[in-house]
């Protein structure tokens, strides 16, 4: 699994925003994203941006008896509170 940092919108930081959010992703047997939806959002805008680092993401496919199968996972982003003073 390697993941890109997800973009951390300029309106998420006006309002001041900090959590987890939630994207489960289908995983092709061939490592790619077939399917992204948020189980755990934040804001619509920050949501969007989680998901879109979910999707760049690569991922190794899940198996059944050695060969590869598509499945479902769960990947958190964290978004830290943004720093205090920051531009």
Same mark, same amino acid.
């Given at each position: ?10 309106? #998420? ?7 987890? &959010?939630? $994207? +489960? &992703? ?6 790619? $994203?077939?399917?992204?939806? &948020? +189980?755990? %959002?934040?804001?619509? #805008? &920050?949501?969007?941006?989680?998901? *879109? #680092?979910? +999707?760049?993401? *690569? ?9 590869? $199968?598509? %499945?479902?996972?769960? $990947? ?8 205090? %003073? %920051?531009?």
């Amino acid at each position: 699994l390697d993941l890109p940092d997800p973009e951390y919108p300029p309106e #998420a930081a006006d309002l001041d925003l900090a959590g987890m &959010v939630m $994207v +489960r &992703v289908l995983v092709g047997p061939e490592g790619q $994203v077939d399917e992204a939806e &948020v +189980r755990q %959002g934040l804001h619509p #805008a &920050v949501d969007l941006a989680a998901m *879109a #680092a979910a +999707r760049e993401g *690569a991922y190794a496919p899940a198996t059944d008896s050695g060969v590869a $199968v598509e %499945g479902w996972l769960t $990947v958190p982003f964290r978004y830290p509170p943004p720093a205090a %003073g %920051g531009e």
